[in-house]
Nanobody, 121 residues
Framework: QVQLVESGGGLVQPGGSLKLTCVASGPILNINTMTWDRQAPGKQRELVARISTSGRTFYAGSVKGRFTISRDNAKNTVVLLMSSLKPEDTAVYSC???????????????WGQGTQVTVSV
């Protein structure tokens, strides 16, 4: 069974940095795009950053210049480096990946359970 597991969330002061990691495991043949989303209490889910297999990236305007997404295709891993964090970055951050699994007929989106990031003094 394909699983995505995030790690690295926590409490950080404004202006600080955090590194989020998401590892995909299971019967994976190939991973297409990998994405980080976030959802703050009472707000809609927001796409934060996305990276293609070739490394092409997309960032939400609110995080551009502060966050960096990267991936290691050999390790089925995607990383989100967050710097200059602001209180408004507080949210549950989730990774997702477009995955072709062994035995699957087509690519399917899989989601992790999410990790809490809190930016506060």
């Amino acid at each position: 069974q394909v699983q995505l597991v995030e790690s690295g969330g926590g409490l950080v002061q404004p202006g600080g940095s955090l590194k989020l990691t998401c590892v995909a495991s299971g019967p994976i043949l190939n991973i297409n795009t990998m994405t980080w989303d976030r959802q703050a209490p009472g707000k809609q889910r927001e796409l934060v950053a996305r990276i293609s297999t070739s490394g092409r990236t997309f960032y939400a305007g609110s995080v551009k210049g502060r966050f960096t997404i990267s991936r290691d295709n050999a390790k089925n891993t995607v990383v989100l480096l967050m710097s200059s964090l602001k209180p408004e970055d507080t949210a549950v951050y989730s990774c997702s990946a477009h995955i072709l699994s062994d035995g699957g007929r087509d690519y399917v989106d899989y989601w992790g359970q999410g990790t809490q990031v809190t930016v506060s003094v």
